[in-house]
Nanobody, 123 residues
Framework: QVQLVESGGGLVQAGGSLKLSCAASVRTSTSHYWAWFRQAPGKEREFVASIHWSFHTTRYADPVKDRFTISRDNAENTLYLQMNSLKPEDTAVYYC????????????????WGQGTQVTVSS
């Protein structure tokens, strides 16, 4: 059973930066996609970014494009999300997910999820 543990969330002022991490308890298939999703209060969970573990192919949601960068460290079995130029509308619980083989923006395609980390951006 794969366990994902996120860290790095917190409170930051608008315009600031945060880097989220997601550590996996065991090595997962290198043919899978990993991703970050987020859920703001009263809203549905939404896709943020994804990366193919082996091919490094990345995709981003339009609201975060050019501000967020997804990456992974194979040796550390860890996924990252560098978030720059943060805005109050980025406030949400951020979740990492792994195990998708396609349709990366669809959360139901992912087999494993972390518990989430809170990101709060003040104006």
């Amino acid at each position: 059973q794969v366990q994902l543990v996120e860290s790095g969330g917190g409170l930051v002022q608008a315009g600031g930066s945060l880097k989220l991490s997601c550590a996996a308890s065991v090595r997962t298939s290198t043919s899978h996609y990993w991703a970050w999703f987020r859920q703001a209060p009263g809203k549905e969970r939404e896709f943020v970014a994804s990366i193919h573990w082996s091919f490094h192919t990345t995709r981003y949601a339009d609201p975060v494009k050019d501000r967020f960068t997804i990456s992974r460290d194979n040796a550390e079995n860890t996924l990252y999300l560098q978030m720059n130029s943060l805005k109050p509308e980025d406030t949400a619980v951020y979740y990492c997910a792994s195990g998708a083989i396609g349709t990366v923006r669809d959360g139901t395609q992912y087999a494993y999820w972390g518990q989430g980390t809170q990101v709060t951006v003040s104006s």
